[in-house]
Structure formats: C-alpha cells, structure tokens
C-alpha cells in the first residue's frame, strides 16, 4: 500500500517570473529534479500557512498565499502517492537563499521546457503551458 501525502505548492510570482526550484541530491524522491516550492502540510495548518512556512524555511522569503489554482493526483512508483495543493502566491520580500533546496530559479512559462520537472509537477507545467 503507497503512502499518501498531502503537499501545499506554491506558484509564486515577481516581476512577471514564476519561482522553481530544485530538489536537493537527498531527496528520496526525484533527487536534482526541478519542482514548484512547497511542502507536506502538518496537522495544525492549513495549506496556504503551509505554503508560507515552508517557502520561509526553504528560500527565506516571504510570501502571500492567493487563490487556489488547482488540486493535482500522483503516485510514484517508489510506493508513494502525493496530493499537490496547488496555489498561486505573490513574493512580498526577502531574498532567495538556499536553504533546503539545491537551487532556485525565476523564470517564464515559456522557458519551463528547458527544466526537468519532478513527475508530480510535470502537470502543473502543462496546464499552466496550456493557459499561454
């Protein structure tokens, strides 16, 4: 039986960019692989405080959590199933440090194609490619 995980992730917008990141070598999941920042959601919060948490304790900025932009399924194979709640979200200050990611990026929906997304964020990718 997979583990199921509930993660609050973020598609956070400045200056007309969106921010990705990359997962650390580490990660038991998709190691290097580029995702939307965020994390699992704790059992005192809600997802849009999660969101803010995590992107605090990750990048060391904040940010505002906005409207919903959509709930997505998927189950890796490594016996791990992951619910992505997934919310646009502004940056209102701070500067990116690396602090439990590998690497971090702004840029365009345009340029997503030149990442290896994580397999629960390719659809992310698509449907936001999609509303170009």
């Known amino acids: 039986m997979k583990k199921t995980v509930v993660v609050s992730a973020g598609i956070i917008r400045d200056a007309g960019k969106i921010l990705i990141t990359q997962r650390r070598p580490s990660c038991g999941v998709a190691p290097l692989l580029w ?3 965020g ?9 849009q405080n999660c969101l803010v948490r995590e992107i605090k304790e990750e990048i060391g900025i ?7 932009f959509d709930v997505f399924s998927f189950a890796y194979p490594e016996q791990l199933h992951v619910i992505l709640i997934v919310y646009f979200a502004k940056k209102l200050s701070g ?3 690396l602090l439990d990611i590998q690497d971090f990026r ?3 929906i345009a340029e997503f194609n030149n990442f290896e997304f994580a397999p629960a964020d390719v659809e992310i990718v698509h449907k936001l490619q999609s509303l170009q």
């Open 35 to 37: 995702e939307f920042p």
């Open 95 to 97: 500067v990116e440090q």
């Open 106 to 108: 702004w840029v365009s």
């Open 62 to 68: 904040e940010i505002e959590s906005e409207e919903l």
């Open 39 to 47: 994390g699992k959601i704790e059992l005192d919060e809600t997802p």
